[in-house]
T-cell receptor, first 110, second 115 residues
Framework: QKEVEQNSGPLSVPEGAIASLNCTYS??????FFWYRQYSGKSPELIMS????GDKEDGRFTAQLNKASQYVSLLIRDSQPSDSATYLC??????????FGSGTKLNVKP | GAGVSQSPSNKVTEKGKDVELRCDPI?????LYWYRQSLGQGLEFLIY????????KSGLPSDRFSAERTGGSVSTLTIQRTQQEDSAVYLC?????????????FGPGTRLTVL
């Protein structure tokens, strides 16, 4: 079983819609959670971090964490074609041990 | 510099040659990480440094891979006797290494091609 699981996609949404990206992790002791955006041929860019249960909003992005279900998600409101990228979920376990999912590819259609 | 820098951006080498990849982290970041990303794949953890020490080398694929960090800043990843399966993008990241605030910031990567 992988430490971090993501649906590889592609997830296709129309421009202006809400994109919902999901991630599950296996280690209940994980304490910090991150979402990265990676455009093709580029390096990952941090877009959200979340450390406690609940929602965290930043502009059009909302991260949601449910530690009981070992589940973290990213919502992108008013999706734009420029949001088309691969989104990587990362989980920190045992302080400074990071695991990355293989990413979900998002396509936002104009 | 403002962000993590890596050099070279691209490296083409012949099988069996040694290569050195360099990473310059964000100033003040105590932790430095190396990852490898093969085409269309996720990030594979290689090694991380806390200061100049490497508490976790568990991700290094073989003894052909080694890394060092000096002065708590620049790090080099060395691959000896390169093989074609070493071809990938090598990414470096740095972080402040603070509990509940350990966000990693990535450099642009080095694309390694072994012919």
């Amino acid at each position: 079983q992988k430490e971090v699981e993501q649906n590889s996609g592609p997830l296709s949404v129309p421009e202006g819609a809400i994109a919902s990206l999901n991630c599950t992790y296996s280690d209940r002791g994980s304490q910090s959670f991150f979402w990265y955006r990676q455009y093709s041929g580029k390096s990952p860019e941090l877009i959200m971090s979340i450390y406690s249960n609940g929602d965290k909003e930043d502009g059009r992005f909302t991260a949601q964490l449910n530690k009981a279900s070992q589940y973290v998600s990213l919502l992108i409101r008013d999706s734009q074609p420029s949001d088309s990228a691969t989104y990587l979920c990362a989980v920190e376990h045992n302080f400074n041990k990071f695991y990355f999912g293989s990413g979900t590819k998002l396509n936002v259609k104009p | 510099g403002a962000g993590v820098s890596q050099s070279p951006s691209n490296k083409v080498t012949e099988k069996g040659k040694d290569v050195e990849l360099r990473c310059d982290p964000i100033s003040g970041h105590t932790a430095l990480y190396w990852y490898r990303q093969s085409l269309g794949q996720g990030l594979e953890f290689l090694i991380y440094f806390q200061g100049n020490s490497a508490p976790d080398k568990s991700g290094l694929p073989s003894d052909r891979f080694s890394a060092e960090r000096t002065g708590g800043s620049v790090s080099t990843l060395t691959i000896q006797r390169t093989q074609q399966e070493d071809s990938a993008v090598y990414l470096c990241a740095s972080s402040l290494l603070a509990e509940n605030y350990n966000e990693q910031f990535f450099g642009p990567g080095t694309r390694l091609t072994v012919l």
